[in-house]
């Protein structure tokens, strides 16, 4: 909800977990369903993420696997 609050256009979140122990990795992925979303969010470098006394920053990095350039 937040990466599509800022940026708009997401279409799949999730978070990375181990697939034994099934604990979360420290990573997500993020997909958007436009261009201009996904600029913006990979433009960015960088998103606060506050929920109750949580408050991090995460680095938003281009996937490997992405199609633009």
Same mark, same amino acid.
């Given at each position: 909800? !937040?990466? #599509? =609050? $800022? ?7 999730? !978070?990375?977990? #181990?697939?034994? $122990? =099934? ?11 436009n /261009? /201009?979303?996904? !600029?913006?969010?990979?433009?960015? =470098?960088?998103? /606060? $993420?506050? &929920?109750? #006394? !949580? #408050? ?11 199609? &633009?350039?």
């Amino acid at each position: 909800m !937040i990466m #599509d =609050r $800022l940026y708009g256009g997401v279409c799949y979140a999730g !978070i990375d977990t #181990d697939p034994e $122990l =099934r604990y979360p990795k420290g990573a997500g992925r993020v997909a958007f369903s436009n /261009q /201009q979303s996904y !600029i913006a969010a990979i433009s960015a =470098r960088f998103v /606060q $993420l506050q &929920h109750g #006394d !949580i #408050d991090k920053r995460v680095n938003v990095f281009k996937n490997a696997f992405s199609n &633009h350039k």
